[in-house]
């Protein structure tokens, strides 16, 4: 292909980025507002960072619920954009061939290729803004899996507790592959919540005896006693059942 020939074609392709694609509806999901929702991103200069993608047609409201900072560019539109990234390439290599030519050649080949190539650098632009876009949806998605992660773990823990039951990897120490660390942890944090939650009146009875089992199964932790360690942390976490919240 001559370089008439690569031009056109290239600026052919730029132009499909004015045609807004039609998308494709997500697959089913949990709406519900459950779990620890995902720290989508915000502010003016987020707000700056993605003005222009909407009017792309790269990035809509494809759930509905009125923001546009959950969602990832549309993957036709971010395909256009990189076909395009293409022969902008080439156009990129096109001006360093032309300081070969003798002068005041090389200064009008320059000129022409970096005309050709101004829409395509606003096209390299936007690939930059779809992929921060992307970046930021997917880190509050992690974070979002990672906190859900361990609230549904902390909720398994505690299942376990309010029977008392006496599961042997609850009960072992992680030096060996159990997890008595974390009952004892995820106890002793819902006894600050409850502390803090106190914080305008004098501790109650039940709190203070949940305070004193998990000083009696830290005791007996130490001492190796795991079995007597987890009851210590179970009896007091019952405490905690019946303050009254
Ligand atoms: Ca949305």
Same mark, same amino acid.
């Given at each position: 292909m001559n370089t008439r020939g690569l031009v056109a074609s290239a600026v052919g392709v730029a132009l499909l980025l004015t045609v807004v694609l039609p998308l494709t509806a997500g697959a089913a999901s949990e709406q519900a507002a459950v779990g620890f929702p995902p720290p989508f991103p915000s502010g003016t200069s987020y707000d700056a960072l993605i003005a222009t993608l909407p009017g792309f047609g790269l990035l809509l409201d494809t759930n509905g619920?009125?923001? $546009?900072?959950d969602e990832y560019c549309d993957t036709n539109g971010e395909a256009n954009l990189a076909l395009v990234a293409g022969p902008y390439a080439v156009i990129q290599a096109g001006e360093l061939a032309c300081h070969a030519i003798p002068e005041p050649g090389d200064d009008l080949c320059a000129a022409a290729l970096v005309a050709v190539a101004v829409p395509f650098q606003a096209n390299a632009i936007v690939i930059t803004q779809c992929g921060l876009q992307d970046g930021f949806v997917d880190k509050a998605q992690v974070r979002a899996s990672f906190e859900n992660t361990k609230h549904a773990i902390a909720s398994g823990l505690e299942r376990n507790l309010l029977n008392c039951n006496l599961v042997v990897s609850l009960r $072992?120490?992680?030096?060996? %592959? %159990?997890?008595a660390e974390e009952v004892r942890d995820l106890f002793a944090f819902r006894i600050d919540q409850f502390e803090n939650a106190h914080q305008a009146a004098p501790a109650p009875l039940r709190l203070s005896k949940a305070k004193i089992q998990l000083t009696n199964g830290d005791a007996d932790f130490a001492a190796m006693k795991y079995r007597k360690a987890y009851e210590h942390w179970c009896l007091g976490y019952q405490y905690l059942l019946g303050d009254g919240f």
């Open positions: 619920d009125g923001k $546009l900072n $072992l120490p992680q030096s060996v %592959g %159990g997890r």
